[in-house]
């Protein structure tokens, strides 16, 4: 999640510091990450991380994988307001090596109104946002994982509005998250992310910015081999003030049809996954909130 000060544009184009704080503080808080099926289980996944969505999740769960993995989740509408755009993995896990690795691409292109210049001009701010992910996890015994992921963030931020030369800006840097996966027994297993362990600093139009550290815990519970139900804190050492911080899920698994249902911090989610294929297809509704935003994904198994 990304902090922001105080924006100041050229050429008499300036925005409100409080009003740009909190519209840029709330657009991430809002944003429902990635992955159809995760989502759709109330965006509860860390506990879970037993496919390529793990990549995002928890890189530590890629020690699951049975086969390499790839995968594509697209966010049908609000992609201006919303949701991560695009996400894209692949990755596989050798048990020769005890090693599993993977690749991954994230985009995110937001773009809305953030406030008024002194003429009463209505000022849009362009905020694109890419991911480059390396994700590396290996077991340390037979129930306990440790993975992480070196992300390259390229950071674009541009203010434009009728009249005015528009001002931008863009900065690259480095983001490290460090996870944990632990298999209790067979129904229960745990995982925590700590996102942005490295708290990456950038500076974007003359301002300092940075992403808080975001320490995920994250349960699963498989009642049957159809049936299971997860849980996750966002944000559990409350860097960021929210009202609501519990993601809870479920999905129940009949023939080659899987329901999946969660709260993601009190908005409701829905999805379904169609199996039996050679390959699964994903879909996610995100209500309340969320905007009642649409997600497919796809996972195809190599």
């Given at each position: 999640m990304l902090q922001i000060g105080v924006v100041s544009l050229e050429n008499k184009l300036i925005i409100a510091i409080l009003l740009v704080s909190l519209v840029v503080v709330h657009s991430n808080v809002a944003s429902?990450?990635?992955g159809a099926r995760p989502l759709a289980m109330g965006a509860s996944f860390i506990g879970l991380a037993d496919d390529i969505n793990?990549?995002?999740w928890n890189?530590?769960?890629?020690v699951q994988l049975e086969n390499t993995e790839i995968t594509w989740t697209r966010t049908l509408n609000n992609r201006d307001i919303i949701n991560y755009d695009d996400f894209l993995a692949v990755g596989t896990y050798d048990p020769k090596s005890g090693l599993a690795y993977a690749v991954g691409y994230i985009n995110i292109a937001d773009y809305y109104p953030v406030g008024y210049t002194d003429d009463f001009s209505l000022v849009y701010q362009d905020n694109k946002i890419r991911w480059f992910i390396c994700s590396l996890a290996t077991k340390l015994n037979e129930q306990l994982s440790i993975g992480g992921n070196i992300r390259l963030m390229d950071f674009g931020l541009r203010y434009e509005t009728?009249?005015?030369w528009p001002v931008a800006d863009s900065a690259t840097f480095m983001g490290v998250d460090l996870s944990f996966f632990y298999q209790a027994n067979e129904q229960l297993s745990l995982g925590l992310l700590i996102q942005d362990f490295n708290r990456p600093k950038f500076k974007v139009l003359g301002q300092d910015l940075y992403?808080?550290?975001n320490v995920r815990p994250g349960i699963a519970y498989r009642f049957t081999n159809s049936f299971l139900i997860t849980a996750s804190i966002y944000d559990l050492l409350e860097e960021v003030e929210m009202d609501n911080r519990f993601r809870v899920g479920m999905e129940v698994e009949v023939e080659n049809i899987r329901i999946r249902a969660g709260l993601d911090r009190g908005n409701m989610t829905l999805g379904l996954g169609i199996t039996g294929l050679y390959f699964v297809i994903d879909y996610a509704l995100l209500g309340d909130d969320l905007?009642?935003?649409h997600m497919l994904g796809v996972i195809i198994p190599l």
């Open positions: 429902a990450c990635v793990a990549v995002y890189p530590a769960g890629l009728e009249g005015y992403y808080i550290r905007g009642d935003t």
